[in-house]
């Protein structure tokens, strides 16, 4: 594949990040990809395993002469970088990111983004519970959905480029407004991981069955919830903070869902809980046939002494 | 590995049944095992995939003459499963069990154990999202636990017989009175599941998020839900009804805490979620130093074009 773009800028070198730029040389979907990360040990690292073309000790120095600029920090940080970079941004550019919630990347951002400068927000839906510079690989977009949440005005061909790289990276492309995207993002990942760190926090605090029986014996189900609870402490919090209202709306119509279930087994009633269990089996179904993920039971994972 | 039983009868012919024939071939752990299912489409399937040395078409034919007996049907079914075989028990047999719930299983089982026969109850902690006769492999308990919950006055003899059934099925064995055990299988198991049922719920009620939004993005974290909301609705039914008070417990332990987590979102309590995150954290790696889970990102799913 041609190039797509002559130089790609990533701002903030965890999972994302170090996945695409595997994914780009992978394809060779860009000239060269410069990096920064703010600590000096991630960019120690990011030298020593070859992670980037360049690592610049500075968000400005890597960013300068970019025709793409992508921002892979928590979300928190989104507004603070942009402010950083927008004097070195050339014009014609792109400034993307890769944040889980858009309305309040677009509102931080968005002010920060020079005139004659594309500003072209994105969400890989992809990710694993790892994280930082080490944890990237190839792979991980293939065949997984990227949210591009274009503003009002962005430009159809910066769009458009946007959209080959991350099809050259693997994904599948969806463009959708801000407004809806946090509302799916809530229902499909935002309240799954509040749900799961609180179950893990709540068989942390239990004292009448220890830490060890909780660790044995968590192949019953728990130790799903413990993967999706190990997932990067910063980046959730910001999630969780910038996409407030969506998330809460999503936790307070499981909490009175999970009333009426709980209703249902203090009464007894089989036939509620059973039709329940019956109807959830289906979205699972649709899951698989539509290549989101794997049949093989318990997610393929190895059965077998280890 | 020298027979541990010369006839074993496994009654129920479902995922941990059709694991166990498989695993008890694998080391030749019995000199016949027979089977029962009550739906003949099951039994017809049985004989044809080979499950069990005789597939038997009442549950009295496939106990007669048994050492052990061993019911793998759900929790709701084993009392009057009991009740129709307590004729035929072998005397000096043991019967023992494969359920979720370990104190309603003795009360419903336990009245119908014969003067002779060995009742020693057990609880396989394994399991994928598939069920049914054809789900089973020889690998399921490698390396898993499996709970005995003997009763008062269990014969050690007969337990020491069935640990090595186990132990040579590829489990680890541990001894636990029938309290604790629902209570630890509540935290580990049940509440997990109900909570993942109720989720998926939730996702499939809002009219706002398309069925297609909710399958399609999944992969950000609602995916791992589906699996363990799509196991076998009547296990799960009777495992919730006869296990209520312990499920209800943890449940309104969930409920407490995910109020605690809402209000430090809704507060913008950001050093709250941190530091609950990165506790939870923690408990992954316990999970994975154990040996019970892979480290391996994302489950050691296939990642790439499907």
């Known amino acids: 594949m041609s190039p797509i773009y002559d130089r790609v800028a990533l701002i903030g070198l965890g999972l994302i990040a170090s996945s695409m730029f595997w994914a780009i040389k992978r394809a060779g979907l860009a000239g060269e990809v410069t990096g920064y990360a703010r600590s000096e040990e991630t960019r120690e690292t990011a030298r020593r395993i070859g992670l980037c073309d360049r690592v610049c000790d500075t968000a400005q120095e890597a960013v300068e002469g ?12 989104m507004g603070s970088v942009a402010k950083d970079i927008a004097s070195v941004l050339k014009p014609g550019a792109t400034v993307s990111d890769v944040g889980s919630v858009k309305r309040h990347v677009i509102r931080d951002v968005g002010p920060h983004i020079p005139e004659g400068v594309h500003f072209v927000p994105a969400h890989p839906l992809a990710g694993t519970e790892h994280s930082g510079p080490e944890s990237g690989f190839a792979e991980l977009f293939d065949n997984r959905w990227c949210l591009l949440v274009p503003v009002e005005g962005s430009d159809p061909e910066a769009i458009a480029r946007l959209r080959a790289l991350w099809e050259g990276m693997g994904s599948n492309v969806d463009e959708m407004d801000a407004d809806h995207h946090d509302l799916v993002l809530a229902v499909t990942s935002h309240a799954p991981h509040l749900i799961a760190y609180t179950m893990v926090g709540v068989a942390d ?3 009448r069955v220890t830490d060890s029986e909780v660790i044995k014996y968590s192949a019953a189900g728990f130790r ?20 407030k209202d969506a998330t809460l709306e999503i936790l307070g119509r499981f909490t009175e869902e999970l009333f009426a279930l709980q209703r249902a087994i203090r009464t007894g009633d089989g036939e509620l809980l059973f039709d329940y269990f019956t109807r959830t089996r289906a979205i699972r179904r649709g899951i698989i046939d539509a290549g989101q993920d794997t049949d093989a039971p318990d997610f393929g994972r190895v059965h077998g002494k280890s």
Chains 1, 2 share one sequence.
Do not use: H, K, Q, Y
């Open 224 to 243: 799903d919830f413990t993967r999706i609870a190990a997932s990067d402490p910063t980046m959730w919090r910001d999630v969780f903070l910038t996409n």
């Open 66 to 77: 970019a025709d793409l600029v992508v921002l892979c920090v928590p979300v928190g940080a």
């Open 205 to 207: 605090d239990l004292r």
